[in-house]
């Protein structure tokens, strides 16, 4: 699969999140051409805020790789850029590279390599993986746009809003 066909089928999630109400937020983590973890953004609908898209479907993902020999590259794909967290969750799991739609500027992490200075460069874990952003990047914002038209006023509107209103 190609880096377009994993973020369409992470927005594709994204679109199943949006109907059941939650954010438009969907990802996918696939080894080479198999998916062994799907999942879109659950804050509403579990009142918790540690259920990011991406860290469900890594956490998904940890669970059928268990015990597992890679036989291929492991690739997490996101509508949305990872914030800090879920990349941190993508190094524990030793992804190897992230591919997103749309950047988050106020709490995207894809900056961090820049600035990232591991104790154990050599560690696998320790590796920040190669991100690639802006694919897809309009049907991602699309995604927002419809979300915050319908969407209950709330801190998850307010935010998505920041989102929704980045130039197209």
């Known amino acids: 699969m190609t880096p377009q066909d994993l973020v369409g089928l992470a927005i594709d999630v994204a679109e199943q999140g949006l109907e059941a109400g939650e954010l438009p937020i969907g990802a996918v983590v ?73 950047e988050a500027p106020g709490d995207g992490a894809a900056g961090v390599g820049a600035v990232w200075r591991p104790a154990a460069p050599d560690a696998d874990f320790c590796r920040i993986p190669p991100l690639t952003g802006g694919i897809h990047r309009a049907r991602c914002l699309d995604q927002f746009r419809r979300y915050v038209r319908t969407a209950p006023d709330s801190g998850f509107k307010t935010w998505a809003q920041s989102l929704a209103s980045l130039p197209g």
């Open 30 to 102: 696939a080894l080479g051409e198999e998916i062994v973890g799907r999942s879109y953004a659950m804050e509403r609908s579990q009142r918790r805020r540690l259920v990011h898209a991406d860290l469900l479907a890594m956490e998904q993902a940890d669970r059928a790789l268990s015990g597992r020999k890679r036989s291929a590259p492991v690739r997490l794909a996101v509508n949305l850029e990872p914030c800090l967290m879920c990349l941190g969750a993508a190094m524990a799991l030793v992804v190897d590279e992230i591919y997103f739609g749309l």
